[in-house]
């Protein structure tokens, strides 16, 4: 029985993010922006840190941004 649901939730799903692909949204950037919103403020800011600091390393990031923070 939960199974069922499981999977009729997920074809439900999967539903609303292809209407929102036919509608010119990039399902990709949609669904990063509810992992997102499912972290604390403090989470998502201490990841966003770490992942410029791994740019910076990596040459990925300008020095002017980096400076600017």
């Keep these: ?17 292809n209407e929102a692909k036919s509608m010119g949204f990039d399902v990709k950037v949609l669904r990063q922006i509810i992992r997102l919103r499912k972290k604390s403020k403090t989470d998502r800011d201490e ?17 002017t941004m980096m400076a600017a923070e």
């Design 47 to 63: 990841e966003e840190a770490i992942l410029e600091t791994y740019m910076h390393a990596l040459g990925m990031l300008d020095q």
């Design 1 to 17: 029985r939960l199974e069922e649901e499981k999977a009729a939730l997920a074809g439900d799903i999967r539903d609303v993010f």
